[in-house]
């Protein structure tokens, strides 16, 4: 197993970049909450996808390939995974999983999905929270949508409103009582996590992009944001809303970390907690759709 560029592949964005130099050494950091959490919101709808053995299938912005591992095993030895992700470090991890575990119908492509993706070739295409990430988010999902036969079938995943996702959206809170909200010119992975949260406008998407059937399902999951209060403040001050101002802040979060800590602390402590760790509710859409027959 190894990875391939998708060959009309463009010089790097910006993003990409963000994805590889500054996200990626954190998501391995906080790899246990990421895979843990994200899992809760895959596990409660992979039994009803509609994947069946001897399909193809692409996992779109697939991280650390737990998913098109998960995948592999669906569609059997007679079918075949494809993981897609910009950031090689991701990659890496993947094929090496999927060495270690034996999966042998799994790949891995290095790809912009906002650039291009392998086209007509794939019966299911699948993407867990891989697409608020796209700048241009109607070319990602148009690119996601030409991977597919005609009549093929996609299922993407990705959170809805801040307020019922507190996982993400309390601590940033906490963080903007102190620090100002990051500028225009901010070094971000793109569009934030919750890009995707309005429904109408992501079904006028989706139907930009050419699907039919575009259907929204709400899955509710409690996440855990750490082992305890110290590792949710870490995870929280390194990745998604708060850390975005934190990082953005520079110097000047640096000089506050000790308030801002224990502000954090206060909040994080009032959460359920338990020996397994702090848990927060999260909340995601399921958004299902299909590739026209003709
Ligand atoms: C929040 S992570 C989710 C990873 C994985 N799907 C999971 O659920 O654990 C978002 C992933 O999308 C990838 N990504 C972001 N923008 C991308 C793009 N334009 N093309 C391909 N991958 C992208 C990132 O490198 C990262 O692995």
Redesign the pocket.
Known sequence: MSTTNLASQAEDTP??EF?NEILAPKFFRFKHV??GG?TKHSEAIFPTLPVKKGDRVLD?????G??AIKLADLVGPEGEVVG????DA?LDFAIEDAKAKGIENASFMR????VALPEGEFDFVF????TM??ANPVA?LRNMRKALKPGGKMVHIVWRNRADNPWLSMAKDVVMEFLPEPGDDAQT??PGPFSMSNKEMVQTMMKSAGYENVEHRRVDAPVMVGNDVEDAIEFQLAIGPAGEVFREAGEEAEQKRDEIVAALTEAINKQKISTDGIAMDSSSWVISAENPKV
């Open positions: 993003f990409v994805w990421l895979v994200l779109v912005g697939c991280g650390f737990d998913t897609v992700d910009c950031c991701f790809g912009d999905a906002e993407a867990r929270f891989g990430f796209f990602g992975c793109g």
